[in-house]
């Protein structure tokens, strides 16, 4: 699993040391986060996402929309619009500015597919890459939303980030 996501933070082959923010500026505007189960050793099923994918994004949304239920068999987005949950809500859209729900659903879907109950696994850990001119770590949104979907699940979840390439990776850990 590390060596996956090594790939996401080492520069590119070549490349010279240290990494020139100009080079990464695709990456700087248009983040990717990468998605796994926490402490899986096969890294699998895994997911990925860039902020940027809005309409390409929008059948896996459908999809999860429709079948993902927390353990008492209510549909997740039930308990959103139930509970007021409008930052989660907007956030998990396919329309969100945010890669990180994008990569979330996929997971989930991923994990679907495998036939695999999500409420087996221990949490989730996502990857990001890039948003450096602005820290590198979680967008606002994203801070927000993670928090309330680790409450609102019962799991942690792990993002870890570097706030510029070259620099040690960091963790915003949320717990439920």
């Not at 409008?86 to 994990?111: Q, T, V, Y």
């Not at 495998?114 to 450096?132: C, K």
């Not at 870890?160 to 949320?174: A, E, H, R, S």
Request: aromatic content about 10%.
């Amino acid at each position: 699993m590390f060596a996956w996501i090594r790939s996401l933070f080492s520069p590119a082959a070549g490349r010279k040391s240290p990494v020139d923010l100009a080079d990464l500026e695709p990456r700087d505007a248009n983040p990717v986060v990468a998605a796994c189960i926490t402490g899986r050793q096969d890294s699998e099923p895994k997911a990925t996402a860039g902020c940027w994918e809005h309409a390409e994004s929008k059948p896996e949304y459908e999809r999860f929309r429709a079948s993902f239920c927390l353990p008492t068999g209510i549909k997740l987005t039930d308990v959103i619009e139930r509970d007021g949950l409008s930052p989660l809500r907007n956030w998990l859209h396919f329309e969100s500015d945010d890669a990180e729900p994008k990569a979330f659903i996929r997971l989930m879907l991923a994990l679907a597919d495998r036939g695999e109950s999500f409420w087996d696994q221990p949490g989730i850990s996502l990857f990001l890459e890039g948003r450096w001119s602005q820290g590198g770590g979680p967008s606002p949104a994203s801070d927000e939303a993670l928090a309330i979907l680790a409450h609102t699940l019962g799991k942690p979840i792990k993002l870890f980030f570097i706030k510029k390439p070259g620099d040690p990776l960091w963790v915003n850990t949320y717990e439920p």
